[in-house]
């Protein structure tokens, strides 16, 4: 007893770190008389995420390591989600991302400035608020007014803002709340006018009319990221807004144009040139029919002067224009030119001086000045129209038609390209810039293959569209006035007052009285987004510099040039100085089918759903919830509820947050598309509450030995075991892997390799070969305590960024500093032989449970030893073995030519290359001989398999050019694993004699 006291102590010796308890420590399991471990029998996450908040409250929630350095500041934005509702599992994924980045900075001892925000999402926040009046009053934003309708906008801002905050709460974000912006509160819009402004002065922003993309069920221009692509394959019936029928797309016409004075054709009709359109009610607005000058089709009228085609539906002609940019390998090889509804058009009219005529009003109403049309919806008129070139013998043919149709993500309308008068940000020059960011390698993009994708944003360099014909929204920070002469000029200024200082000034103070009137277009959402790096940090305040700028920019891929690109443009035109130089892309979360997640799918899953669980009758009433407020339509509610009952027939499962967070970094983020599965997320609840069982154990092997976790410190001077070195050798690579996969944000490899340690080397084998000792309370007994000590501790630690609610729970009860010299345990040969010990107890227990071998029936082990090696590298694991196969008792033999104790067990098997193995059990196994016959089948086939790879090894190493090829730790590798299967193959041959 006294040889177990004086190890005890250097075991337990406090020389190295004291580590302070906290003062109030909150656990999700209530203390009562009779329980002495603070741990309930299962992990209930619901528990340990209240125990959390109440040690927030108390400022001790998160452990604090012994690292007390200080490395400076370590800078990041969350990504502000839209006000439109509640958080996604797409923001769910950015923010744990985020938040394990912070998490493990600080524990490297850093000073982590994590800021949250939200953004007003112009056009998608309209849209809901406006449906939710139409749903709720039966009335629209116009039938309120500007003002009244705004206030609708802030009150859902107000509820949903503080929804999303809440989920970000709840999912653990360590952000800094008292920085908290919304896109609209008083220092964004400052930052807002004064970038509008001094971009204005500088001539880069400007006015004027040009193509956009139109929504005409908001009547206003949208971005690039709000038009969804359908792929129509054949003719399709498509709902449109605004229409009783739906309309049909799919088909493209071929209309004949009849060429002025042309030569009357042999059959005596007029000769003519036939155009192939999928829009023939643009027709009314076409300006020119445009073939390739190369086209041999088209030659003859090469050489005159000018071709006039006659126009069905107005008074007047249009010509014949030739132009390189004409695919003369798609249809006849003849388009016609509408360059007010559409893009390509557009810039082929400007290379020819053709005026634009423009055929719908904003509303997709024909215009007045098309008699016969006028009025009416442009895809009704789009019937009425193909009716009349039928009966004017026009109308070649109709056939179906392959095709790509725009439709606005928030109104579900067709984009219609209109010229309507916008405000334009010349990027060009800001563009290279930001180029040069990337090309110079100050700039890092992981993963990089997305490099390609920003130069080929910013080579273009277009001007970006910034206003919005909405109300919600920062208001254009601009105002109109006409001079004396009656010449109109623009002034951009923040204040009424300074615009009118600025307009006296442009007009040398010759006019006294001006009447200015102010845009009452809004400025793209992008444009204010495109600030936040300093915006939210004060800017144009000088003070924005001490935090600015940041260290990583984290979001999803899709939005990396409408969001990460000009932010980088902005940020250098504006500060001087790029707003970070590395970019994190991750990819886009899908359902477990790998379909991106839409209403328009109805496979929406909240994390709040995931995390509580939620039963099928509160999934429809969630869905009805969201149809009363007009988030979603009718359609979208009968898709969803069809989905969503085959999905999860029994409801979803609680799974907890942690579990949550776990699964999303369980992927590869950097990914294209993300799967993810509920089933797997309710998985790693279970490998939680495995790691909950080992710590409860850990808490009781202590009591029974009566010592306290808090008292080991250290296992430096510890002779510690074979089985003990090795796991803390699995520990240290999980350690090492850990690390890596921060540097390299490989997340996915962290919690393989956490979930590999925890559950497979510590739970399932290591704490299993520990219990007789501890149970004997012997020596061997305390230092098993202690190594299980260093392993909770030190992988919880590790945990502790993706898994925070449950770490800080579980390292309440274990020292946070205690000395463990990883270095000293990397041992490959170790290594090796315990995983050949771990993998014959594994094909044991397999034949145990395949011929349903329990407990009851006394299963005695016997090992045969290939040969002497063998023999002794079992014969230092028999204990181990006993435990790990869960037999009664384990006995060691060698296997030769002479051996027939294998025949006489009830099963007999082999286990690799150190061993067979046969199991005797008590007579209440019954086995019958067709049972036997089976297991030598069994047999048989595991040595044709064994042959079989044997066969291909000694292929490879034979092969000239593998001996050329191959390093030396590759040949090492197949030489060994030839030999191992020989022995193998040896094994099963005597046993099946």
Known sequence: MKYIQNLTCKVLQRRYLYQPRLST??????????????????????????????????????????NRCKRGPYRMLLPPPNVTGNLHLGHA???????VIARQRRQLGYDVDWVPGTD?????????????????????????????????????????????????????????????????????ANAVNVSF??????????????????STTLQSAISDIEVEVVDIKEPTAVRVPGYKQSVLFGRIFDIAYTVVDGETQPDGSAEEIVVSTTRPETLLGDVAVAVHPL??????????????????????????????????????????????????????????????????????????TFAGFEGKLRFEARDEIVNRLERMGLLRQVRPHAMQ??????????????????????????????LSELHSGRLQIVPSNFEVEWDRWLEEGRDWCISRQLWWGHQVPAYQFTDAQGNVHWVS??????????????????????????????????????????????????????????????????????????MMMMGLKLTGEAPFNKVLLNGIVCDAHGRKMSKSLGNIVAPQQVVQGASMDSIIDGLEQSLAAGVIDEGELEISYKCMSKMFPKGIQECGTDALRFTLLSHNIKNHFINFDVSTCHTNKLFINKIWQAMRFTLGAAERLNVSLHQFETLDGVNLGTWDRWIIGRLAETLAICSDSYNNYNFHMATAALKHFFYQNLCDTYLETTKTEINHRTST??????????????????????????????????????????????????????????????????????HKVSKRHAPKLTLFATNAESEEILGRHLQQIQLLARCERVDLDMLDENSKQAKKMNLFSTAGALCSFGLSMNDDFGMTLEQRDAMVRSNITRLKRLMTELQKYRMRLDNEAFQLMADKKTRAHFENRVKELQAEIETIMQETA
């Open 93 to 99: 994924l950015m923010a744990t991302v985020q938040d």
């Open 25 to 66: 420590l909150y656990y999700s399991t209530v203390k009562d008389a009779d329980t002495k471990v603070h741990l309930a029998a299962g992990y209930q996450p619901k528990q340990v995420e209240q125990a959390y908040w109440e040690r927030d409250k108390e400022q001790a929630n998160l452990p604090q390591a012994g």
């Open 781 to 850: 007994g305390y230092i098993h305590v202690g190594t299980l000590t260093a392993c909770l501790s030190w992988g919880l630690q590790a945990m502790a960024p993706f898994t925070p609610f449950v770490a800080s729970e579980l390292l309440q009860h274990v020292p946070l500093n205690m000395e463990v010299k990883l270095s000293q345990y990397a041992d490959s040969k170790l290594v090796a032989e315990i995983n050949d010990i771990v993998g014959i107890c594994q094909s044991i227990r397999q034949l145990k449970s395949k």
């Open 197 to 214: 402004e001094r971009l204005f002065d500088e001539g880069l922003i400007k006015r004027r009319n040009s193509i956009v993309n139109w």
């Open 295 to 368: 086209d041999p089709r088209y030659s003859k009228y090469r050489n005159k002067d000018a071709v006039q085609l006659k126009h069905p539906f107005r008074n007047d002609t249009i010509p014949l224009v030739f132009d390189l940019a004409v695919d003369r390998d798609v249809g006849t090889g003849a388009v016609k030119i509408t360059p007010a509804h559409d893009k390509f058009d557009f810039e082929l009219a400007a290379r020819h001086k053709l005026e634009p005529r423009q055929v719908f009003t904003k509303g997709g109403l024909i215009l007045d």
């Open 120 to 188: 007003h999402a112009g056009i998608a926040t309209q849209v809901v608020v406006e449906r939710t009046l139409t749903t709720g009053g039966g009335k629209t934003r116009h039938d309120i007014g500007r003002e009244a309708f705004l206030g609708e906008v802030w009150k859902w801002k107000a509820a949903k803002g503080a929804g999303i905050v809440q989920d970000l709460r709840l999912l653990g974000c360590s952000l800094n709340w008292a920085r908290e912006y919304f896109t609209m509160d008083e220092q964004q």
């Open 405 to 434: 149709l725009p439709i606005c993500s928030r109104s579900k309308d067709v984009i219609e390209y209109m010229i309507w008068p916008q405000w334009f940000l010349n990027c060009k020059d800001m563009a290279q810039k930001a």
């Open 493 to 566: 200024a923040a204040s009424e007052q300074e615009a009118r200082r600025k307009a006296l000034h442009l007009l040398g103070g010759k006019q006294k009285e001006l009447s200015l009137v102010r845009d009452p277009d809004v400025l793209d959402t992008w444009f204010s987004s495109a600030l936040l790096p300093f915006s939210s940090a004060g800017w144009p305040n000088e003070s924005y510099k001490e935090k600015y700028p940041l260290d990583i920019m984290q979001t999803g891929h899709d939005i990396l040039f409408f969001w990460v690109a000009r």
